[in-house]
């Protein structure tokens, strides 16, 4: 995206408030913390959400367009992310962002973002088999965190695909001509032309796509760890891709890498994402047939 004629390019702005509140899931429902805790995360979360803003208007003032990478799963405020995990918070004040300097509207989408404010990005889910991007998942906060196993919270919310299927399916229904795009990590890794018939048809220049960049540092070690392949390589990665996958034999691999218990586990999570992941892949963005 660095070379995309127009964009700015955003870096993660929810992505510190929402991994802190992944941390703090095993501390049990949010109704049972004192309310300037509870009151506290809802803050945290509203300073990224304000600095999301702070981007969108920046790229505006500089007459360019924003592009904005972000984990789903970190769009969903505290409220959201611990009601995900417990049930309901009954007793709990929602978390309802509203846009500065605009009215209060109606709040219909899964996430804690602003209807309007979703309504003006084209979405674009990149998703990937969930045999390759669990265990990567659980591999990049094993290396900077403890107890990053199956059964620890933090770890096992983010293994899942609901949250981009609610969010997508939300764009379906309430986007009317804006129409959200899939890409599945294989096409990016294995076919340039569907890389091209994503930016035709979200409106990015397809001769400015890089396959080559520049190594770069990222002084933030959670998220080094978390965008390393990337970070630490010049280009695209052969040999990653999902062709020929077994999960089974995955599980094998997990259990010598991870342990016996969070190679079971990787494994129960991945067959529970398979339906949503699927779903989602028969939405992906093809290349038009000559």
Known sequence: MAKQPGYQISSYKLFGSAFALLSELHRGPLRQWPKDEREARYAAFRAGFESLEDELADAKKNGKHAFIKEHTIFT??????????????????????????EPKSAHTNPSSLPDKILLSLQPIFQIRHPALMFPSMVRAQSRVLPDSNTRNPRVFSTLTLRHSRAVFDWYLEHGGDLKPKVIDADDIMNEPAVVRQLCIETGLDPDAIQYEW??????????????????????????????GLDIEAEKVKWKAEFGDDTGEGLAKFVYDAMPDYEYLLSHRTRAKVA
Do not use: H, M
Request: glycine share 10%.
């Open 76 to 101: 969903f405020g505290p409220d959201k992310l611990f009601a995900g995990l417990y049930g309901s918070d009954d007793g709990v004040e929602p978390l309802l962002l509203q846009q500065r300097d």
């Open 214 to 243: 520049e190594e770069r540092q990222e002084e933030n070690a959670l998220k080094a760890s978390f965008l390393s392949t990337i970070i630490t390589s010049k280009g695209i990665v052969k040999g990653l891709d999902a062709r």
